[in-house]
């Protein structure tokens, strides 16, 4: 089984890096990639202390960036890089994260002022895999009653739909300008080339905010030179990954497919962790392990 999209505690998995692989020797995963968001500290680790080991299949140097695509966060799967040089990239790029964090929930707070929404802080940090956007939630969920009747239960407690369609959304009502916490696409081809990666577009239909999905896609992929489309994923139904498939074949795109693991119950699709797809059509492994 093939599985190259999942996550650990090094961003917001609920198993550490050991852990998984216990977990994908169970499962049977035999080529596998975790793909933290905007770090690569698993492997590092996992190289570091000698993992492999452990490890009954072929693990792949994977992460999962955020950057922006029209003014619209999208996320890009990484894979097969040279870990130095990408790891200088990516720690510059989460230092730029985790200030954006800091200041959007600053601004976030004002909106629920201007708003009139009432909030109360918990002492939890900003950091790991606690964002801006939970805490802010949490803090207008902690005045759930003061709030029912000024925006809807969405807003106050679907996390994916806050992050979607109200944080990331130019026309949502929590809407935070992203352009200063994340790169833009060119910069992050330009130095996953420098450092030999692979690169694909991860879960297009969780983007809900881009209705034509074949549109997107098409602009997307004829503007920047992207590796792969991940045509296998929870969230994309069998008849959409049939679609998204020909549309690979059909434009010279490699195919992957992930889980998008992550163990919480809150992410009610993320917590298996086994794909579909067979060798034969995860074509993004023929440019992968090529080098194994």
């Known amino acids: ?148 009747h000024i925006v809807s239960d969405r807003v106050l407690k679907d996390l994916v739909y806050f992050y979607r369609y109200e944080f990331q959304s130019p026309d949502g009502m929590f809407h935070i300008d992203a352009k200063k916490g994340f790169p833009p696409l060119e910069e992050v081809l330009q130095a996953t080339a420098y450092s030999k990666g692979v690169t694909s577009l991860a879960h297009i239909d969780d983007y809900d905010i881009k209705e034509d999905k074949i549109e997107f896609l098409t602009e997307l992929y004829r503007a920047h030179k992207i590796d792969a489309l991940e045509c296998f994923h929870p969230v994309i139904s069998l008849e959409n990954t049939e679609k998204y498939k020909s549309f690979a074949q059909n434009n010279g795109i490699l195919v992957s497919a992930g889980s998008d693991y992550h163990g919480k119950k809150e992410l009610d699709h993320r917590h298996s962790i086994d794909t579909p797809a067979t060798y034969a059509e995860v074509s993004i492994l023929r440019k992968i392990l090529k080098d194994y």
């Open 1 to 148: 089984m093939i599985d190259l999209h999942m996550h650990t505690t090094c961003s917001d998995g609920i198993k550490s890096p050991r852990e998984l692989v216990d977990f994908l020797n169970e499962k049977d995963i035999k080529i596998a990639s975790i793909t933290d968001h905007n770090n690569v500290d698993a492997h590092v680790e996992y190289e570091s202390e000698g993992y492999e080991k452990y490890y009954d299949g072929i693990m792949i140097r994977g992460t999962e960036l955020q950057t922006i695509y029209q003014d619209y966060i999208i996320e890009i799967l990484v894979y097969n890089y040279d870990l130095k040089s990408f790891k200088e990239y990516v720690d510059y790029t989460r230092k730029c994260f985790w200030d954006f964090h800091k200041s959007a929930y600053q601004e976030l707070l004002a909106k629920a002022r201007e708003m009139g929404l009432s909030y109360r802080e918990n002492d939890r940090p900003l950091g790991d895999s606690y964002y801006c956007n939970m805490k802010f939630q949490d803090a207008i969920a902690a005045c759930y009653e003061e709030n029912k």
